[in-house]
């Protein structure tokens, strides 16, 4: 699977931005997509992620009510909908992918994932 993140930049604080992650290679459905991301100093860490059909969602505490995850199977697009963005929301961001064979749930740990994109920086100012 390849992975291709974008869609970061600067914005001021309370503006938005949406993150896209196109995937190649493989079927596309096979896999929950997970969005990370890595302040300066810090360990990178779960954003959102969703299940192979779109079915489940997950989001860190922090992002819940703010972003939005969601999946094109169609088109091999994976999106992060960023509101309400906070200078705490700085860093790069990744998209990831793991293969599932697993219905009603969706993995969430960085080690779960075995494929990643470049990443794209998203700096919020404030």
Do not use: H
């Amino acid at each position: 699977v390849q992975l291709q993140a974008s869609g970061g930049g600067l914005v001021q604080a309370g503006g938005s931005l949406r993150l896209s992650c196109a995937s190649s290679g493989r079927i596309m459905s096979n896999y929950d997509m997970g969005w990370f991301r890595q302040a300066p100093g810090r360990e990178r860490e779960t954003v959102a992620a969703v299940s192979q059909s779109g079915s489940v969602t997950y989001y860190v505490e922090s992002v819940k009510g703010r972003f939005t995850m969601s999946r094109d199977n169609a088109e091999n697009m994976v999106y992060l909908q960023m509101n309400s963005l906070k200078p705490e929301d700085t860093g790069v961001y990744y998209c990831a992918a793991a293969w599932s064979n697993l219905l009603g749930t969706v993995r969430r740990l960085r080690s779960e994932y075995g494929y990643w994109g470049q990443g794209t920086l998203v700096t919020v100012s404030s």
